[in-house]
């Protein structure tokens, strides 16, 4: 069963900047979807960033050019990579990668890593 692990949240204050790390279990980018989703109190879980391919990213809109998602296959790893952050970008940020390892399909999930922007 492929396993996400995420690290990289905390406390930051407003413009500063985070990096988020998931490292998966097994090599399972190649060719499947990545994202990146948070979920603040009382909210439902949104989806922040995607990646697919170096050309193919995506980003909702209270991200964009502040938020770069990116992966590194050699380490099994993607980031998301947090600048001008904000008091609303507080959440709890969720890695997700899904897609096909040989003919079965995932949908695997990290624990989940906190984010809280505030002086």
């Known amino acids: 069963q492929v396993q996400l692990v995420e690290s990289g949240g905390g406390l930051v204050q407003p413009g500063g900047s985070l990096r988020l790390s998931c490292t998966a279990s097994?090599?399972?980018?190649?060719?499947?979807?990545m994202g990146w989703y948070r979920q603040a109190p009382g909210n439902q879980r949104e989806l922040v960033a995607s990646?697919?391919?170096?050309?193919?990213?995506n980003y909702a809109d209270s991200v964009k050019g502040r938020f770069t998602i990116s992966r590194d296959n050699a380490k099994n790893t993607v980031y998301l990579q947090m600048n001008s952050l904000k008091p609303e970008d507080t959440a709890v940020y969720y890695c997700?990668?899904?897609?096909?390892?040989?003919?079965?399909?995932?949908?695997?999930w990290g624990q989940g890593t906190r984010v809280t922007v505030s002086s």
């Open positions: 997700n990668v899904r897609g096909f390892l040989g003919p079965s399909f995932f949908d695997a």
């Open positions: 097994e090599s399972i980018f190649m060719g499947n979807v």
């Open positions: 990646f697919i391919s170096v050309r193919k990213t």
